[in-house]
């Protein structure tokens, strides 16, 4: 694993630097010409760093690989040494339709570079780069009792979770977030009642959480943040990975390590995934997030439909972000709730 702590210390730019040393520039005479010592040259000239060693020049080759094995650079020449003189190259296209990474602004590379970064770095960077915007919530019915869910920042402005963490309570906190930021909130409610998603508006908070995204496939790697109800604890978030096990599509079973199943689920009322995670209830309204960091669905305590209870087998179901993404392009389209008593989370 590349040491990112270390590298990133001396370099805080360095995936942005790096993709864009090695990118095509248009009018570029020899494209895939760039080194890694040339790089290396680059970053020294930008950054000044103090007590440089040389294992940083193998940590570096290490995460051109890294960029190799996820497709982003092919490399054209490898060297028989420390690798110094590996030449890599990368077409510079973010997307098919994109314009060149080269020709894009730092802010406009942002996201995509994110991405890149949590594929590189791993499911620990991920969990700690994510954990702030991962929300416990304390549900407390009518009769006093208290329930735990989970929720998380989607961008800046926006929590989500599941409805059944929200629907029919006394009131409602949130943890990690200042009160004043949802104390008079709306919660929006998918208008189809057998999707288990809120929505809730807030103030631009001044980090920036999980962005939704709806390109998953079966045998995908993910991970599931949330706080589950563990007898003795309370609000202890937990992460756990996962691969997801089933898209409503097929029914066939297929095995890689551990069974795996893609089914057409009829008696649902609208699609869902199922992911090999044990889900407990406090999870519930957790993401379920892959390796490039986004958000694909949304954890669900509950199948959409009376019956069958995929947890029994060791599945975890989950809501595909789809669905809350199209939500967000329209709110007003949903039901609004502006009747929910919320409360101050408890110190």
Known sequence: MVNFESLNTLFPCIMDDLLFHFSYKQGEEKPGAATVAGLLSGLMKKYSPKNLDHSYDIDIVSLCDSLCELGILNCLFRDNSMGLNNRYYWSGRVSPKATYFSQMSVDERQPFVANIEDAVYGSVYIYKKYRPYIIPIIHKSDDGNEGIGTGFVVGNQYILTARHCIEHAKSIAFGNIAFENYSNA??????????????????????????????????????????????????????????????????????????????????????????????????????????????????????????????????????????????????????????????????
């Not at 439909?305 to 179901?317: C, I, K, V, W």
């Open 186 to 347: 709306k919660v929006y409610y998918h208008k189809n009642p057998y999707i288990d998603i809120a929505i809730i508006p807030i103030p631009p908070l001044k980090g920036v959480g999980l962005y939704l995204s709806d390109s998953y496939t079966i045998f995908d790697h993910v991970m599931t943040m949330g706080y589950p109800q563990i007898p003795g604890y309370t609000c202890f978030l937990t992460a756990e990975k996962a691969v997801i096990s089933s898209i409503p599509e097929k029914r066939f079973v297929a095995t890689e390590g551990q069974i795996v199943a893609e089914a057409q689920e009829i008696w649902s009322k609208e699609n869902l995934f199922l992911i090999t995670a044990k889900i407990r209830g406090g999870n519930s309204g957790g993401p379920v997030i892959n390796r490039f960091g986004n958000c694909v669905g949304i954890v669900s305590g509950k199948p959409f439909s009376e019956g069958s209870a995929y947890d029994d087998l060791g599945y975890g179901t989950a809501i595909p972000a789809k669905f809350a993404i199209e939500m967000l392009e329209n709110l007003s389209d949903h039901h609004c709730v502006t009747n929910i008593n919320f409360a101050e989370y408890p110190q």
